[in-house]
């Protein structure tokens, strides 16, 4: 047999019925986020790494300036962690396209052992999570994770391109284009930006609701069951995260889920922040909603939320990043719109 | 924190630069296998489990009809393995429509923790590699992954509806319809079929291929890569694998495979056997180079490659599936078709 590393303090536990804790430590090591020039004049314009002048980034398609997104995340990732794509045992990586093309052609030049994932605006969760099992359980040192959304690629695969001039309604949310990366690794360094010290796996929830321009209503469901879930399987109450941080439910969809927790005797309306919310100006931006897309909460986390844990000003987050599971066919076919949500507890490094 | 089950024997083994060991047993307990008209004409008649009177499956779409073949193979596969839904931590599960839409509606009423995978045609494989990290990492005790493919939705999906009477060259393969489901345990049972005691994850190999209708030709190159990746990470030689199985490179791409491997200096001409080839017959049955899709290669390792292990006719095997990484959309513009393969070492259980 070849050369093998063995790690005795690998492993993850199970906690409670879907949730696990990593065995050794995981830590975010360096992130990096790229975005549109929409996100570039929002709330969080000096805290992306880089923006476009246009949002085709020099490529012909929309699905290339996509892919472009996701490589250039990945290339400053892996600058900022002080790494070579060699080093990684493995990439997570997935969005919105059919057939994930995104992602096919965005990160195939790295060379690192591909694993595709498919959890609509979710899969930002559920990379970081198989990334968590990899790393904790001995199968990697590091792994990097990507995802990536692009207003216009999402808009021609799930409704019409955007010449056609089709108009949305108020509770429409609208598609983040960007991209972000995450370098996971085992390794103790002082540069790690946070630690991930739980992870929590989402169910399928469907409570009937087809309409696609009300995504925040059919993700909210799944939401709080993922949020139930994770307070459970840790013993924790709302009050042990500093936040709970959905991914795309928009302003819309918030309310849904602060009012299902209630029926639940959860209140986390104090300690609630939504992604689509929070990478807009809602007010003025005229993104209906919020934003929404899996380089939405993608991002936030990259931008914004490793920020607040490095500096300090929040401990611990539950970081739940949501996804609706539809398709233009499924859709088109009159299916409903179910919700999955994905949860990582991420903690402050030091 | 709420209940926790620690296994200090749980953990993985890196080896070599793209495999890993699992660091304690895990095993297929059972497995099951649904299929269309054309495959229960086949080879394979008397060892699929179920197969359908039409390829509607009692569904008004093809799409929904997808569904219903993922829903029966979990349904038989937890009846096999005399578990419940409930038993299981994750579902890893994956097809080939946009927004994995046939996993989604699929299985979501099992209500198990859902972890939607994209690898094209070679899903399987990488919902056993990731089902035997959950396991061997200590995350899961049982997980059940499962795919599926349909050859009504996938000429949908990717080239023209059936009614339009597209022509083929004899270079196509023809979609497999098909689903399976395999759970994973770490528990020893002498009911257990088989024992994965290795995984090979893929890197995404492009030879600038842009023929979708002679995906053989552009998953060779992927598969080639993999295998010599194994032989080398495991130190083994062809000989020491009773069959080393790809998922789908039917006629025109076996050739391709074992050309590439031979450049190479490995030979495995004695040895190789493609699941696209076998689960039809492709003399008669009119399928062009051979069967395709996720169902290919899950219905060929749940209802024959088990089988002659749990027989003792072989006793190990490297299973293979092959993904051509292609949209309706990358074609359209021109785009290549890039291939991928996920590699499980498969052993004889006692």
Redesign the interface.
Known sequence: ????????D???????S????P?RPVYIRASACVAGTKEGEGPFRELIDMTGKDDLFGCK?W??AESTLQKEAVTLALGKAGMQAEQM??LFA?D??????AS??G??SF??????????CSTCG?TL??GT??V??????HVICVTSSHFASAE??FRYPLSYGNQRPPSATWTVTGSAAFVLTSEVNQKNRAKITGVT??????YGIKDSLNMGACMAPAACELIAANL????RKPEDYDRIVTGDLGLVGQRALLDLLKEKNIDIESRHMDCGIEIYDCGTQDVGSGGSGCGCSAVTLSAYILKMLEEGVWKRVLFVPTGA??????FN?G?TV?G?AHGVVIERAA
């Open positions: 047999m070849g050369q093998q590393t063995g790690r005795t690998a492993g993850g536990r199970m906690a409670g879907q949730s696990f804790v065995g398609t699905e290339e045992r493995y997935g919105l396209l059919g057939q994930s093309t096919s052609f990160v195939a060379g690192i052992p591909h694993m595709g994932v498919y959890g609509a559920e999570g198989l099992m990899a904790s359980g001995g199968m990697a040192e021609k695969e796996s989402g169910k399928i929830v469907d459970k399987d840790f013993g599971l539809l398709s233009k066919t499924s076919e299916m179910p999955i």
